[in-house]
């Protein structure tokens, strides 16, 4: 069955610093990928898509990677701040389904 | 612009009773997804439907679900005769067409339900 993983642990790390997020998935074949954050007792907010034809996506401080070979993205953040913590959600997507199928989410704490 | 709007943000049940969650999607937004996620986990899809039609409900338990989105006013969850296992936040995505690469989702900030 379609699996996607996200690292469960949270993910600490000081101000300033770049923070990476990990996204693997197996059985499956995404035409794209999406990230999304989601802050305690909200919806998630739509960050950055990637295409499966696309290798990297930058969007102001945060960068995406997208490799179908090893069926993995990675998702960016560079000179980290205290309001960049939040959970970081990835989701697939095709183009024959009309649905997203998300990951377990991964917390990031940035310490000032 | 208002967002996706849900209510009630909490709603607590007894076993056995039923429960309605609503949601409003953006303004021009004719396509929403209702999603479910328990602590600790991630978003699990339960359906996907456009005005007046269950597109996709894959997700959604066979038993005791049901989903709507009428005409007019807001798409509606309902869960019936509660039970424990209920409990969870439910929230709603719109997109004004079916998601895709040019079209993500914009979520509402969830209804939680907590079953007693």
């Known amino acids: 069955s379609q699996k996607i993983e996200q690292n469960s642990e949270a993910l600490n790390i000081q101000e300033g610093k770049t923070a990476t997020l990990t996204c693997n998935y197996t059985?499956?074949?995404?035409?794209?990928l999406q990230w999304y954050r989601q802050d305690p007792g909200r919806g998630p907010v739509f960050l950055l898509l990637?295409?499966?034809?696309?290798k990297e996506k930058r969007k102001e401080r945060l960068k995406v990677t997208f490799d179908t070979t090893l069926k993995q993205s990675l998702f960016h953040i560079t000179a980290s701040q205290p309001a960049d913590s939040a959970t970081y959600l990835c989701?697939?997507?095709?183009?024959?389904?009309?649905?997203?199928?998300f990951g377990q989410g991964t917390t990031l704490q940035v310490k000032p | 612009n208002a967002g996706v709007m849900q209510n009630p943000r909490h709603l607590v049940r007894r076993r056995g009773q039923e429960a309605r969650l609503r949601c409003s999607p953006m303004?021009?937004?004719?396509?929403v997804y209702w999603y479910r996620q328990l602590p600790e986990e991630g978003l699990k899809f339960m359906v996907y439907?456009?005005?007046?039609?269950?597109?996709?409900e894959s997700g959604m338990p066979k038993e005791r679900f049901s989903a709507e989105f009428p005409k007019e006013g807001p798409s509606i969850l309902r869960i019936q005769q509660v039970v424990r296992g209920d409990s969870a936040a439910y929230f709603c995505?719109?997109?004004?067409?079916?998601?895709?690469?040019?079209?993500?989702?914009?979520f509402g900030n969830g209804t939680r339900l907590t079953v007693t």
């Open positions: 989701a697939l997507g095709s183009s024959n389904t009309g649905k997203l199928i």
């Open positions: 439907l456009q005005k007046e039609n269950i597109i996709d």
């Open positions: 995505a719109s997109s004004p067409n079916r998601v895709s690469m040019n079209s993500p989702l914009h």
């Open positions: 990637i295409r499966e034809n696309e």
């Open positions: 303004k021009g937004h004719s396509h």
């Open positions: 059985n499956y074949s995404p035409a794209y």
